[in-house]
């Protein structure tokens, strides 16, 4: 978007004669509501200051480029003032400053401040372009010199920015990707974002399929796949394959994707990526030959995870409403289903949490021997949760749980990869009952043996154990639990160690262990609060971009999204990791000795009211993101200059 279809002559004033930051502010604003673009003028006022307040906008070099995302603003808009004598800004190279931009946002995807800010920004670099601003002697003038400016240094770039966009379209992109995280939030899109930055760096073409909660987006189509050069698979679940047979195609891990897109990019450029082959069927996914037996097996316990997640999170969430809104039936046999709200939600949620084991079991079973192991799997988790066998009368029956679930999902997988193989000599007119008769009736009878006589028994006594260890852990006990879990949540941001400790504290709450999942939340809170709080009160640590992480961090924080300190570990993990761990360690430790439980598995401060003691829950959040805080300055030295 053009800064002159943003810039009215009525929002220009060329004479402004304000003496504080504040005043200019004000007038600022002023000129933006003449240009028409606000409908609610105070609280896009107040969204300018709050922008201020995380830091100046004064740039340096006499500019200041003031701006606000915000409901109250209807339409994209701009507003220019000179300032002739110079206004006391707070500039970051403490002078004068004589040029202001306002920029007002809609409150949309669509980020348009930050393609203007990115324009002027450029524009302003120049020395010449910022003496013709000055001089400018009416409003009209003022427009030529930004048009002039906008079509000398903007037109080349439009016209590559076309040609580019027009060979992609027309000959196809030369990279496409995927990625895909287990639970498909944050791992994902930042992979994506990363991959598409460093292409365009790079000067080649690229799109992006991103496998997220949300469901697909930006899918790859057939044409696109039969005319790129390479695909590059980062992810750490299972994504649909068979679409690329005969293509290059480099798998790796979501991390990679984040961490080392160049080096990816560079391999699928070079023509030594080998070409994957097929096996036949629309289900196959990314399990290719040379992973290795443990990437494997990983892949297929974080497919089971991220398909279980949602019947965790839903269902947990209402459980524990459900207990909140029948505080009147606290301590009695019903409570939780005492008022007929709290029953319904109770009802729901539990219907919703009661499906963890059969989902995680069916779709792991799923990624290791494809869509007919599904079936097969989705029993095994059942036939855990349930605990039967045929040793015990029913009423002794002992559940295996996750433990068992866990098991189960693997063997129904490969159990129906040995059955696929011994079936692979039947006749040909027989081929047709393999899917709807043979494979269904083996794997449930195979799976169902193996439950009852082998998995059951031994993991059923081993779940009973755990759970009654855990129940009769002492104090000292505890917070040493709390200690390990909260750190294993920061030592790789959402990676294996996270997940475990984060399957670990779901499974906990079907076994009343709420206190578990309280350590392990307020484990994965802490280190993007700790990184806020260290880029909010010790700036010169962190460069320009990073700073300007701040308030996401924060809002992920408290939504328990760990992952927002990914760019921070990536970029300097030995000062940031090591403080992180620290941090979160020390907030699950001290959520254990106060006593702190809950019965939701997800939320953040977003589910505070349910909570049990939740005020020291806050304490301990604040205290490991302070200790987090203090260990990233301790190790990070201040910056020799402004970056």
């Given at each position: 978007?053009?800064?002159?279809?943003?810039?009215?002559?009525?929002?220009?004033?060329?004479?402004?004669?304000?003496?504080?930051?504040?005043?200019?502010?004000?007038?600022?604003?002023?000129?933006?509501?003449?240009?028409?673009?606000?409908?609610?003028?105070?609280?896009?006022?107040?969204?300018?200051?709050?922008?201020?307040?995380?830091?100046?906008?004064?740039?340096?070099?006499?500019?200041?480029?003031?701006?606000?995302?915000?409901?109250?603003?209807?339409?994209?808009?701009?507003?220019?003032?000179?300032?002739?004598?110079?206004?006391?800004?707070?500039?970051?190279?403490?002078?004068?400053?004589?040029l202001i931009f306002l920029i007002a946002a809609p409150n949309t995807k669509d980020n348009v401040h930050l393609d203007v800010l990115s324009r002027l920004s450029t524009l302003l670099m120049d020395d010449g372009f910022r003496e013709n601003l000055?001089?400018?002697?009416?409003?009209?003038?003022?427009?030529?010199?930004?048009?002039?400016?906008?079509?000398?240094?903007?037109?080349?770039?439009?016209?590559?920015?076309?040609?580019?966009?027009?060979?992609?379209?027309?000959?196809?992109?030369?990279?496409?990707?995927?990625?895909?995280?287990?639970?498909?939030?944050?791992?994902?899109?930042?992979?994506?974002?990363?991959?598409?930055?460093?292409?365009?760096?790079?000067?080649?073409?690229?799109?992006?399929?991103?496998?997220?909660?949300?469901?697909?987006?930006?899918?790859?189509?057939?044409?696109?796949?039969?005319?790129?050069?390479?695909?590059?698979?980062?992810?750490?679940?299972?994504?649909?394959?068979?679409?690329?047979?005969?293509?290059?195609?480099?798998?790796?891990?979501?991390?990679?994707?984040?961490?080392?897109?160049?080096?990816?990019?560079?391999?699928?450029?070079?023509?030594?990526?080998?070409?994957?082959?097929?096996?036949?069927?629309?289900?196959?996914?990314?399990?290719?030959?040379?992973?290795?037996?443990?990437?494997?097996?990983?892949?297929?316990?974080?497919?089971?995870?991220?398909?279980?997640?949602?019947?965790?999170?839903?269902?947990?969430?209402?459980?524990?409403?459900?207990?909140?809104?029948?505080?009147?039936?606290?301590?009695?046999?019903?409570?939780?289903?005492?008022?007929?709200?709290?029953?319904?939600?109770?009802?729901?949620?539990?219907?919703?949490?009661?499906?963890?084991?059969?989902?995680?079991?069916?779709?792991?079973?799923?990624?290791?021997?494809?869509?007919?192991?599904?079936?097969?799997?989705?029993?095994?988790?059942?036939?855990?949760?349930?605990?039967?066998?045929?040793?015990?009368?029913?009423?002794?029956?002992?559940?295996?749980?996750?433990?068992?679930?866990?098991?189960?999902?693997?063997?129904?997988?490969?159990?129906?990869?040995?059955?696929?193989?011994?079936?692979?000599?039947?006749?040909?007119?027989?081929?047709?009952?393999?899917?709807?008769?043979?494979?269904?009736?083996?794997?449930?009878?195979?799976?169902?043996?193996?439950?009852?006589?082998?998995?059951?028994?031994?993991?059923?006594?081993?779940?009973?154990?755990?759970?009654?260890?855990?129940?009769?852990?002492?104090?000292?006990?505890?917070?040493?639990?709390?200690?390990?879990?909260?750190?294993?949540?920061?030592?790789?941001?959402?990676?294996?160690?996270?997940?475990?400790?984060?399957?670990?504290?779901?499974?906990?709450?079907?076994?009343?262990?709420?206190?578990?999942?309280?350590?392990?939340?307020?484990?994965?809170?802490?280190?993007?609060?700790?990184?806020?709080?260290?880029?909010?009160?010790?700036?010169?640590?962190?460069?320009?971009?990073?700073?300007?992480?701040?308030?996401?961090?924060?809002?992920?924080?408290?939504?328990?999204?760990?992952?927002?300190?990914?760019?921070?570990?990536?970029?300097?993990?030995?000062?940031?990791?090591?403080?992180?761990?620290?941090?979160?360690?020390?907030?699950?430790?001290?959520?254990?000795?106060?006593?702190?439980?809950?019965?939701?598995?997800?939320?953040?401060?977003?589910?505070?009211?349910?909570?049990?003691?939740?005020?020291?829950?806050?304490?301990?959040?604040?205290?490991?993101?302070?200790?987090?805080?203090?260990?990233?300055?301790?190790?990070?030295?201040?910056?020799?200059?402004?970056?």
């Amino acid at each position: 978007m053009k800064i002159t279809d943003l810039l009215k002559k009525e929002s220009i004033e060329l004479n402004g004669n304000v003496q504080t930051k504040e005043e200019a502010i004000n007038q600022m604003v002023s000129l933006m509501v003449k240009g028409g673009n606000i409908q609610d003028v105070e609280t896009y006022r107040k969204g300018v200051f709050a922008r201020e307040e995380e830091g100046t906008t004064g740039i340096g070099e006499g500019i200041a480029i003031p701006h606000a995302k915000s409901d109250a603003v209807k339409a994209p808009g701009l507003a220019a003032m000179v300032v002739p004598q110079g206004v006391d800004y707070e500039a970051l190279d403490d002078e004068p400053v004589h040029l202001i931009f306002l920029i007002a946002a809609p409150n949309t995807k669509d980020n348009v401040h930050l393609d203007v800010l990115s324009r002027l920004s450029t524009l302003l670099m120049d020395d010449g372009f910022r003496e013709n601003l000055l001089k400018a002697e009416t409003p009209e003038e003022f427009l030529g010199y930004v048009d002039q400016a906008e079509k000398e240094k903007f037109a080349e770039e439009e016209r590559k920015a076309k040609e580019e966009e027009e060979t992609a379209r027309t000959t196809g992109f030369q990279i496409l990707a995927v990625t895909a995280c287990p639970t498909g939030i944050a791992h994902t899109y930042m992979a994506a974002e990363s991959l598409e930055k460093k292409a365009k760096e790079m000067g080649c073409t690229i799109k992006v399929e991103t496998n997220g909660s949300g469901g697909d987006k930006n899918v790859l189509t057939a044409e696109e796949i039969a005319a790129c050069q390479c695909i590059i698979v980062a992810a750490d679940k299972e994504v649909r394959m068979a679409r690329f047979d005969g293509k290059p195609v480099l798998v790796t891990k979501v991390a990679d994707g984040i961490n080392k897109p160049e080096e990816l990019i560079s391999r699928a450029l070079s023509g030594s990526v080998p070409v994957y082959h097929s096996k036949g069927g629309e289900e196959e996914t990314s399990s290719v030959e040379g992973e290795s037996l443990g990437r494997r097996i990983y892949k297929s316990l974080m497919n089971g995870v991220s398909h279980m997640l949602p019947f965790v999170i839903g269902g947990g969430i209402l459980i524990a409403l459900s207990y909140l809104v029948d505080g009147a039936n606290a301590g009695t046999a019903d409570f939780g289903n005492g008022t007929p709200l709290a029953h319904f939600l109770n009802l729901a949620g539990n219907t919703s949490f009661s499906m963890m084991f059969p989902i995680l079991a069916g779709f792991i079973a799923m990624a290791v021997g494809d869509r007919p192991a599904l079936m097969p799997g989705i029993v095994a988790g059942l036939l855990a949760k349930a605990g039967t066998s045929v040793f015990l009368p029913e009423d002794q029956w002992i559940a295996s749980g996750f433990f068992g679930a866990l098991a189960g999902g693997f063997i129904a997988g490969y159990l129906m990869v040995l059955i696929k193989k011994l079936l692979e000599k039947l006749p040909k007119p027989l081929e047709g009952t393999k899917p709807v008769l043979l494979y269904p009736l083996l794997g449930l009878l195979g799976i169902s043996a193996i439950m009852i006589f082998l998995i059951n028994p031994p993991l059923g006594a081993f779940n009973t154990w755990l759970n009654n260890s855990l129940a009769g852990m002492g104090e000292s006990s505890k917070i040493l639990l709390g200690l390990v879990l909260g750190g294993m949540m920061s030592i790789d941001f959402g990676g294996p160690f996270n997940k475990a400790a984060y399957v670990f504290g779901t499974a906990s709450i079907a076994s009343g262990q709420f206190d578990i999942m309280a350590a392990v939340m307020i484990g994965g809170m802490t280190p993007p609060i700790g990184i806020a709080l260290a880029t909010t009160f010790f700036k010169n640590r962190f460069t320009k971009s990073e700073r300007q992480t701040t308030v996401t961090n924060y809002i992920m924080g408290l939504s328990f999204i760990t992952e927002g300190a990914i760019p921070f570990a990536a970029s300097d993990p030995l000062r940031i990791i090591p403080p992180c761990v620290v941090g979160s360690a020390v907030a699950g430790a001290l959520s254990m000795a106060f006593g702190c439980g809950s019965r939701a598995p997800h939320g953040g401060l977003f589910v505070i009211g349910i909570i049990e003691n939740a005020p020291m829950f806050l304490v301990a959040l604040v205290a490991g993101a302070v200790v987090t805080m203090i260990g990233i300055v301790l190790l990070k030295r201040p910056l020799k200059e402004e970056a």
